[in-house]
Each structure stands twice: as C-alpha cells, then as structure tokens.
C-alpha cells in the first residue's frame, strides 16, 4: 500500500474514463458517488483515512477498499468479477459505481421530542406527559448496510440529510424521535426511576436508550456512540403531576 499523495487534476480522466478515482467531496458529506462509472483496468483508488470505498454493481455492494492506495486490478475485486469477467489487459475498462463512505463521528447531534410523551405512573395510578431533550454522537460502521437501504436516493447524502441538521431532509431525524418516545417510558418504568428524581438518573436512562436506539440502527449499519438525554420535562402545573407529588409526599411522611 503506497501513501497517498496529491494528484493533479488533468489526470482524473483519461480518453474519457477515470484513471484515478479519488474522493472529490466535502468534510460534512456522509455518502459520495464518484461521478465517473467506466474505469481503466489498472486505475489508482486513493481512500482517505477514515473512509472506505465501495464498488456497486447492480444492486449489490461489492469490493469494499479502506484508507490507502491502490491499483485496481482483478485479484482486488473478487466480488465485482462474479458478476463478469473483468478485462486482462491494462488498457480494458469496466463499469462499476464508486462510492464514498465517510467513518468519522458526527458529534453533538441535538434532539428533542416534537410532542408530550403519555405515560402510565404504576405507583401512584395516574397518567402524566413528558417532553425530553438531549445531543447524541453517531458513526457509520457498515458502509454497505448504508448503502443497500440509501442507495437511490441520491449520489451524495449530507450530514444534514441523514441527521436533519439545519434545513436537511432528516431520513433518521424523524425515527430517532419516534424510537425516543416509544422507548422512554419504557425505559423508565423498566428501570425502575421515580419520575420525582428522574434527573439524579439521567445516565442510566441515556443508557438504556441508548441500547434501544442501536437495535434499530443496526439495521442501517449505523451506531451511536454516546447518547445523552440532557433533560426531562415534567408538567409541573398538570393536575396529575400535582397530585403526583402530594401522594409521595405523603408517602415520605408516614415512612
């Protein structure tokens, strides 16, 4: 493996194919399609430390490159000649879509629930609502688990698309949020946390959620790798929450 150095940009193409296939999008893209899909047998695939690249064929995510030179030649893309033999010769092309995965984390991704969360107190018998809030850190740890549920949607997905930063089309935004509101209620009962102290316990909720939310990422080849609930609104003037409070208190006096 050779170390990557700069290429000059007359020699991305040569009699109209790329001879050099090289990441040519920005810090904040998740998912780049090289914009060049017939390459010469010998080209250079250049892979940039924490990115991998991928061949896509028909549908299917085939050889898969991490950080690194290298010199495309058949022996290198075992998956990609089962679907046809790829030429012999140095001046034979192929056709095959590259794409780009980026591997660094996104930190500091800020979420908040768009509505109350209903839940069923057992203790005191009463239904109360919550709102929560917090940031979580996300990575990709399967390229082609992302790319087979993506693939189609377009050549190239930002972090604002995935994750709805700004103005982004937000494809997780809205699952994580529901995921969040399914499984915060849960959580807390099966924790066993009183809704009264509930933010003297807010790591061990961040956790459990946290484990939830991965099952179903998976599926996407996606992790979070830190998620923080930061806060948990209680309806301080809701007549149930009131009550709430008075039958602990209470509670505490006859202990």
Known sequence: MQKTVPIKSE????????????????????????????????????????????????GQALDLFGAGRYTVETQQLPMLEKIYNLPTDTEGTF???????????????????????????PASGLHIELGASGEFN??????????????????????????GIGN????????????????????IKACGINILEIDENLIILSTELKEQLNRYLADYGLEM????????????????????????AEQYLLV
């Open 11 to 58: 020699e991305i193409k040569k009699d109209g194919l790329a001879s050099i296939i090289k990441y040519e999008g920005d810090n904040d893209t998740l998912v780049w399609k090289h914009p060049i899909e017939d390459f010469n047998y010998g080209s250079q695939l250049i892979v940039h430390e924490s990115q991998e690249a991928v061949f896509f064929k028909d």
């Open 95 to 121: 056709h095959s879509e590259v794409y780009y995965i980026n591997l660094t984390v996104v930190m500091g991704v800020k979420w908040g629930t768009d509505s109350k969360i209903r839940m069923f107190d």
């Open 138 to 163: 996300i990575r990709v740890t399967n390229s082609r688990k992302l790319l087979l549920k993506l693939i189609g949607t377009t050549g190239s997905l930002k972090q604002s698309d995935i994750l």
């Open 168 to 187: 982004g089309k937000s494809y997780f935004r809205a699952m994580i949020m529901t995921q969040v509101k399914t499984y915060l209620a849960q959580s």
């Open 225 to 248: 790798t830190e998620f923080f609930v930061s806060s948990v609104l209680t309806p301080d003037d809701d007549p149930n929450f009131k009550r709430m409070k008075q039958q602990y």
